[in-house]
């Protein structure tokens, strides 16, 4: 029996009815429902409640933490925990023996019921979705038993093992369809993209029965030692971690089942629908790791709507070269090329950059981009302010756009090596020892091409007001016309924090009719609103990007203001001292007041001579 058939349909609708309209408009297009007018959220509501084709159990699994926590809620359920799978649960209220044909559970390896991964077509190709909830599902055999935090990286080394392997066997088997000798097929390294050694491919790691954890260890040196390209991406990943995976015994399991899980799908370009899926999907496994780890999400993480509102304002093109010096997964990266291609650009003729300090991340980033297929990337590992790696024998690289989202007021960024900085970076300020945020933007304007560099960069309210160095700074940047945009967002959008933050878009190549102006944008109140974190919607992306564009004035939204203006309010960027957003006052007419207050009077004192009458009369006076 299903374990969504237990929930009534009146729990459904419960359940349903605490979602937003975007949300119930994104699961009616899922599941493909019609559903007459899209504006209305009960006729959503009534379509899902209705299909025979939803399975309830799959729908929650599409659904947010916080949105989970206020169906517990609605129902009267418990809504503690930060694991979805055990809010689903919860919800559909069974055992966890559910026959399901898109989303089977069974007991993982500490008890708990888990959702097995949903049947894959035995014939034909795989499809986005079912390749995501594919791949997600093989997180329950960690869950449980190590940080969601930490077992990202496991899967991630599992998938990008499984997929070079199966592209590997799928070139070998071509080559010699085309008349190849089988040893060259499979053993000249100049016939592939990537070379995979015997011990790596995924046949050789199925037979592995003890000891998996080494033998993996041992796949992964043995692959980048074959390919320079991957140095350093999967050697961060230990699988013989005892503290993450248990003993000997308890690691076997744990992989053995992992590998299992993995070889039930074929990675092969053959074996996909669309051509870039396998990269749209891990992207989709980044956005649920970070969901799942909460706070620690926003160390490598930047939400999807943030990082397409930025690229939606740099407008890339596919002769640029594009860098972004904080680059966590490379999502930023990733979008600029997703922008180029739906514009009918080619994203293999972008050359993008970016330096990531995190060991673990920057192997995600490397990962990910070879995953999306664009081999033109160069992604370095090191700290940006101390060490910066993306240089040539001139100095910095110069790029046509630069985009970031780096770490919020970090403390101890490097204030020591700035003062004598080799590259010059800090010439209109060295900022605080312990407010690192406008070391990161003058590292970005001193990367910017001259010609038509502009950026985009996430950053807290406090570089807009704050005195003493970082006013200095403000006011370098202002003298030299350098601001383009300062967009304000609203609060709760980014993982592990709850303060508002801000866009700036900074140029050294204004159009003529911009220059000595800049555009501010109060969009704190464009957003959906969560249980625990806000969203920016398509419609919000839209609006913000649009009015940037346009360059004009919107009324208690956007004011265009001369530099001059600024300088005169001591070069303070404060969105709110340019953009009232106050609703406006009606204006009263007091002589106009007063005759209605007089005649209002007159009628009240008549109406009660007239009930004084009728009181006399009844002898009540």
């Not at 981009?369 to 160069?378: K, P, Q, T």
Request: charged fraction near 30%; include cysteine.
């Amino acid at each position: 029996m299903a374990l969504s058939s237990r929930l009534t349909p009146q729990q459904r609708r419960a359940a349903l009815e605490q979602l937003s309209r975007d949300r119930l408009t994104s699961l009616s297009d899922h599941f493909g429902l019609d559903v007459g007018d899209r504006r209305v959220i009960q006729n959503h509501v009534n379509a899902i409640v209705r299909s025979q084709s939803v399975d309830f159990g799959v729908l929650l699994g599409l659904l947010k933490r916080e949105e989970l926590q206020a169906i517990c809620g609605a129902l009267g359920l418990d809504q503690a925990g930060r694991e979805k799978e055990v809010l689903v649960q919860r919800i559909l209220g069974g055992s966890g023996e559910s026959d399901s044909s898109s989303g089977k559970s069974q007991k993982n390896g500490n008890g708990a019921a888990a959702q097995m991964a949903p049947d894959l077509p035995a014939t034909g190709k795989l499809t986005v979705d079912q390749l995501e909830r594919y791949l997600w599902s093989a997180a329950d055999i960690l869950r449980g038993s190590i940080d969601s935090s930490d077992y990202k990286n496991f899967i991630f080394g599992l998938l990008f093992l499984k997929r070079i392997s199966d592209v590997f066997e799928e070139e070998a088997e071509k080559l010699i369809a085309e008349g190849h000798p089988p040893e060259v097929a499979w053993e000249d390294k100049d016939e592939h993209q990537f070379f995979v050694p015997k011990p790596a491919r995924w046949s050789e790691i199925q037979k592995v029965a003890t000891n998996i954890g080494e033998a993996l260890n041992k796949a992964c040196a043995k692959l980048e030692e074959q390919n320079s390209t991957l140095d350093g991406i999967l050697a961060g990943i230990d699988f013989n971690d005892e503290r993450k995976l248990g003993d000997t015994k308890n690691r076997d399991t744990v992989l053995s089942r992992l590998v299992q899980h993995f070889s039930k799908v074929s990675l092969r370009n053959s074996s996909l629908a669309e051509p870039d899926m396998l990269g749209r999907a891990y992207e989709y496994l980044i956005e649920k790791f970070a969901d799942d780890a909460g706070k620690k999400g926003g160390e490598f993480y930047t939400p999807k709507k943030v990082v397409e509102l930025i690229v939606e304002l740099l407008r890339p093109t596919e002769d640029m070269r594009i860098c972004d010096p904080t680059c966590g997964s490379g999502g930023m990266l990733i979008e600029c090329a997703n922008y180029v291609k739906r514009h009918g650009g080619s994203p293999r003729k972008l050359s993008l950059h970016g330096q990531e300090k995190n060991l673990g991340t920057w192997a995600i980033a490397k990962m990910n981009m070879l995953l999306h297929g664009l081999s033109d990337h160069r992604i370095e590992k090191g700290d940006t302010i101390r060490s910066p790696k993306l240089v040539d024998a001139s100095g910095l690289l110069l790029y046509d756009r630069v985009i970031a989202n780096p770490p919020f007021s970090l403390d101890e960024w490097g204030v020591e090596v700035a003062e004598a900085d080799a590259h010059g970076r800090f010439r209109f300020g060295v900022p605080p020892k312990t407010k690192g945020d406008l070391a990161f933007v003058q590292h970005m304007v001193a990367i910017l091409n001259g010609e038509r560099g502009q950026l985009g960069v996430v950053m807290p309210h406090g570089v807009l007001f704050r005195g003493g160095s970082e006013a200095e700074i403000r006011k370098g940047f202002l003298q030299e016309d350098l601001i383009e945009a300062v967009i304000g967002l609203p609060s709760n959008l980014f993982y592990g924090t709850g303060i508002p933050a801000a866009v700036l878009v900074m140029s050294r190549a204004k159009p003529a009719e911009r220059r000595g102006k800049m555009l501010f944008i109060n969009a704190s109140a464009e957003f959906e609103e969560g249980k625990a974190q806000n969203y920016l919607r398509d419609q919000d992306v839209k609006k913000i990007a649009t009015t940037f564009h346009a360059f004009k004035d919107v009324e208690r939204y956007a004011r265009v203001v001369s530099v001059e203006e600024i300088e005169r309010n001591d070069f303070n960027l404060n969105i709110s001292r340019y953009v009232d957003t106050a609703e406006e006052v009606a204006t009263v007419d007091v002589a106009e007041a007063v005759r209605t207050l007089r005649q209002l009077e007159a009628e009240r004192a008549a109406a009660e001579a007239k009930m004084n009458g009728f009181l006399k009369e009844l002898g009540y006076a």
